[in-house]
């Protein structure tokens, strides 16, 4: 048992080897750079190898991706929780989700842009995907006043999306994104009550 332990861990440290280099490959150079060639020059490991762990390149976003749900879900529930009353709960979380996206620009367009499998909304919907739109979805329960939470919650989040990406992408007047979220969250707050 103890060697089918050992080679266990050896997989899963290898497997997290690979997203993890994807990932800082991508964030550093743009997800072109992410080639399964270049992948296993960097961890000196060859490609027969990546392929025993995933079967293409769209699996090894899919598995960035799957991570960086994760991590946007800590992300929103700290900032849910950064107040000492649920008060503020979506201003804060509109915040941590725009924060994220302009820290993660790679790992948000594995999330977000690039072609997956992921799904929302469907029976097989992977857990961290379930859990980071919980999280959004808590905030926007505090002040939705008997409207359909989880269509507001869509909204909310194609919104903060949507100006995620026309920001980054230089569509829209840089010295003014703070004021654009104000205008977002207080425009919602008023139609979700």
């Known amino acids: 048992m103890a060697i089918e332990d050992r080679r266990l861990r050896e997989r899963i440290a290898r497997r997290q080897l690979i997203t993890a280099t994807a990932r800082a490959l991508a964030?550093?150079?743009g997800w072109d750079a992410v080639t399964t060639r270049r992948l296993s020059t960097e961890i000196e490991y060859s490609q027969p190898v990546l392929y025993k762990h995933f079967g293409s390149m769209e699996e090894i976003v899919e598995a960035?991706?799957?991570?960086?749900?994760?991590?946007?879900?800590?992300?929103?529930?700290?900032?849910?929780?950064?107040?000492?009353?649920?008060?503020?709960?979506?201003?804060?979380?509109?915040?941590?989700?725009?924060?994220?996206?302009?820290?993660?620009?790679?790992?948000?367009?594995?999330?977000?842009?690039?072609?997956?499998?992921?799904?929302?909304?469907?029976?097989?919907?992977p857990a961290p995907?379930?859990?980071?739109?919980?999280?959004?979805?808590?905030?926007?329960?505090?002040?939705?006043?008997?409207?359909?939470?989880?269509?507001?919650t869509e909204v909310l989040w194609a919104a903060l999306h949507g100006l995620v990406?026309?920001?980054?992408?230089?569509?829209?007047?840089?010295?003014?994104?703070a004021e654009r979220l104000e205008i977002l969250l207080a425009r919602f707050r008023a139609a979700a009550s």
């Open 129 to 152: 995907l379930i859990e980071a739109f919980g999280e959004l979805r808590q905030a926007v329960t505090t002040i939705a006043a008997g409207g359909d939470v989880d269509t507001l």
């Open 64 to 125: 960035v991706a799957l991570e960086g749900f994760g991590e946007l879900a800590v992300t929103l529930r700290e900032a849910r929780h950064g107040g000492a009353t649920p008060a503020g709960e979506v201003d804060r979380v509109a915040a941590a989700y725009n924060g994220f996206a302009a820290d993660n620009p790679a790992l948000y367009d594995a999330m977000f842009t690039r072609s997956t499998r992921l799904r929302f909304g469907a029976e097989d919907t």
């Open 27 to 29: 964030e550093s150079e």
């Open 165 to 177: 990406l026309l920001g980054r992408n230089g569509r829209l007047r840089p010295e003014h994104e």
